[in-house]
């Protein structure tokens, strides 16, 4: 009998559709989205919980707003748990809009349990890389801020050679978090930039900004350290 009720329970495909509709609306009055976003919490079916993660996908005209329905969202999905670690999973490998799914899962799952989560996630789009939207790996890649782990790095490093500039900066951002064991792959991917410049002058400022040292690779370094910056006498990059 109790699973015959819990069945009767299950909201449909078409009733999903529906409330999507409504909580991705961006122009009105915010009492539908938030209606639609409650009913979608209390129905908490992977299905309801995944759809509900769509409100992260638009934004409101009234930018306030806005973020408060988003901080709404992220505190149903913590309330239901680990409910909500495989839908939330499903969506980052799917939407670009990640980084409020990111914080609601680092508040549900401990940090030993989130780290192979989030190397899963990158390894599955690195391994996609071709065929995965520019947008969607750049916001993943962000959304690790705060995050990164040795592990982590490890995974990024793939998105250095990226075809777009927008992915390899948002790379080094994330992987200048890690310390000066990324110096290496840095240095490299900053030599292997000769041609583009975004990419070169963003490695020379996370150099100077740390303190790191070119040892090894000054010679070539020297050659296409970008405009405005020097090495000083110690091997540091310096702005001019």
Do not use: C
């Not at 069945?7 to 991705?24: A, E, F």
């Not at 400022?205 to 070539?220: I, L, T």
């Amino acid at each position: 009998m109790f699973d015959f009720l819990k069945r009767s329970n299950q909201p449909s495909p078409k009733q999903i559709d529906k409330l999507v509709k409504r909580l991705t609306e961006t122009g009105g009055e915010d009492g539908p989205r938030i209606e639609a976003a409650e009913r979608l919490s209390e129905w908490g079916t992977p299905e309801a919980l995944y759809a509900l993660l769509k409100r992260f996908t638009m934004s409101s005209k009234v930018i306030t707003q806005d973020v408060e329905e988003k901080r709404m969202i992220v505190r149903m999905l913590v309330d239901k748990g680990r409910e909500a670690v495989d839908p939330i999973f499903r969506f980052l490998s799917s939407h670009h809009n990640v980084e409020w799914p990111v914080q609601a899962l680092s508040q549900i799952l401990p940090r030993e349990e989130l780290i192979p989560k989030l190397v899963e996630i990158l390894e599955k789009v690195a391994a996609a890389s071709e065929f995965t939207p520019p947008e969607h790996k750049a916001d993943l890649i962000r959304a690790m801020r705060g995050h990164v782990t040795p592990e982590i790095a490890a995974v990024l490093r793939q998105f250095l050679s990226d075809d777009d500039d927008d992915v390899r900066i948002a790379a080094i951002e994330a992987i200048s978090e890690v310390g000066e064991d990324v110096r290496e792959p840095l240095l490299e991917a900053l030599i292997a930039a000769y041609d583009r410049p975004r990419i070169r002058i963003k490695i020379a400022e996370s150099f100077a900004d740390h303190d790191w040292p070119v040892k090894g690779y000054r010679p070539k370094i020297e050659e296409t350290l970008p405009e405005g910056f020097h090495l000083t006498s110690k091997g540091l990059i310096r702005r001019k």
